[in-house]
């Protein structure tokens, strides 16, 4: 439920926080960052263009909220997801009263002051992994996607037959996760276009991008103890957005019988901020009711609450810059915008279901959501959808077109959860430029 921190006439004494596009003071989001000069990576607060030292700031704060800022004090967030969500909420509300401007008023220039030296410029800041990642699954909760994808390969029952009971996953690869900003080698692999007689190796031809929120784990469970449906949101420590790079044509090829391999695993791109559950709770929404004739959650996935509020109201966009716009001086041309109300699967059905068998979840782990797609093409989330498979290239206003990423493409993610009567708030964001090929 909304609190005081998401107060709408709340302002801080930090000015760039006030009408900041991502990181007012309502938002607060936590990450791991280096300051500048090459200091050791340490736990941070995203707000306006600053970051504040969350170290430097523990000795102001007591309590719940002084143990989650040491948590918080190493190079992972690990130790402070483990908290779970009360010392997570004290530091939030501890943070919001020392960065708003009430504080001043109340306690004067000097109070301002000894807290303006914590703050260091985030254009000067390194932005680091917010975790260290144990295990990765990517979810295919995007019921657009789904029917989009399946509709080039199956047209006639897009959909397999499990999609609508069981919230559908592949174990991805942990070590490849990368931060925004880091550069996207071009994998190679087998490749076999449907006219070749036999399968090649080589650089993959149809490079793609997925627009995929990203959840990290808070406190985790114990092997062979589910988590029951109506206690996962408190498994959930944040969000982050996520970008599930994806080679085509080397997944058309080795997909069956077990799934993504080499084409999904060479790298994954992860925005740097975690937006918190606590931050995201104005932007909640049922969850959309399923079209008549399908069927209802099991009970193991089924619960009111959830139901009720499981859902989420985040606008996502998706731009290209190409090389060529770069030296034509254009900015990011929007290929995409969709919503995260648009997921079939809540994000605590996904919790639930993972553990469903006694999977053991551990503080850190990275769930991916899986491409979300509106119903409209102007929302697909991957350039799949987009071209119908290559076959209709979108034309950019460089005179270029793209079927698939070309070397030197980079694509960027932003978001922003808006609703009427709050102060929106965004979540940085997320980008990757793509590089040949090792070896050219």
């Known amino acids: 439920m909304p609190d005081p921190t998401h107060d709408l006439a709340l302002r801080s004494w930090v000015e760039t926080a006030n009408g900041h596009a991502d990181f007012p003071i309502q938002n607060l989001p936590l990450g791991i960052f280096s300051p500048p000069g090459g200091g050791s ?17 523990a000795p102001l704060l007591e309590g719940d909220a002084l143990r989650a800022a040491e948590a918080a004090a190493g190079a992972t967030l690990n130790p402070l997801f483990a908290l779970g969500a009360g010392p997570r909420r004290a530091l939030r509300a501890a943070l919001s009263a020392l960065l708003a401007e009430g504080m001043v008023k109340r306690e004067g220039a000097a109070a301002r002051a000894r807290l303006e030296v914590l703050l260091h410029e985030a254009a000067s800041c390194t932005l680091h992994l917010p975790a260290r990642i144990g295990d990765y699954t990517d979810f295919f909760a995007g019921i657009h996607h789904a029917t989009n994808t399946g509709r080039q390969f199956r047209p006639e029952t897009p959909l397999l037959p499990n999609y609508k009971y069981v919230p559908v996953a592949y174990h991805g690869r942990a070590s490849s996760v990368r931060v925004s900003g880091q550069p996207v080698r071009r994998p190679r692999g087998q490749r076999k276009p449907p006219t070749d007689p036999a399968p090649s190796f080589g650089p993959c031809r149809n490079l793609d ?4 929120l990203g959840l990290w784990i808070g406190p985790g469970n114990a092997l062979g103890e589910p988590i029951p449906i109506g206690r996962a949101a408190e498994h959930i420590a944040g969000f982050c957005l996520l970008n599930d790079w994806s080679a085509r044509d080397i ?3 080795e997909y069956q019988p077990l799934g993504p391999f080499l084409a999904k695993n060479f790298h994954t791109t992860v925005s740097p901020w975690v937006v918190t559950p606590e931050a ?3 932007f909640r929404i049922a969850q959309p009711p399923r079209p008549e004739g399908d069927p209802p959650p099991m009970d193991y996935l089924l619960d009111a609450r959830d139901q009720a509020e499981g859902g989420l109201d985040i606008g996502l966009e998706v731009f290209i810059l190409t090389r060529a716009m770069r030296e034509q001086g254009r900015r990011p ?12 699967w809540t994000v605590a059905q996904m919790v639930a279901h993972h553990t469903a068998g006694g999977c053991d979840l551990h503080p850190g782990d990275l769930f991916g959501s899986g491409t979300i797609s509106a119903p409209e093409a102007t929302g697909y989330g991957a350039l799949l959808e987009i071209t119908e498979g290559g076959r209709n290239p979108v034309m950019l206003p460089s005179g270029e077109a793209r079927a698939y990423l070309a070397d030197g493409d980079e694509v960027i993610f932003r978001a922003h959860a808006r609703r009427e009567g709050c102060v929106s708030i965004g979540f940085g964001e997320c980008r990757g430029m793509i590089l040949p ?3 050219g």
Do not use: C, F, K
């Not at 041309?333 to 079939?344: D, E, M, V």
């Open 251 to 253: 997944q058309a090829w």
């Open 41 to 57: 990576p340490r736990g941070g607060v995203a707000i306006g263009d600053m970051i504040l030292d969350l170290t430097a700031a």
């Open 437 to 439: 090929a090792p070896g």
């Open 280 to 282: 995201l709770a104005p």
């Open 209 to 212: 991008y997925e627009m995929e």
């Open 333 to 344: 041309y929007r290929l995409s915008h969709g919503n995260a109300r648009h997921l079939y």
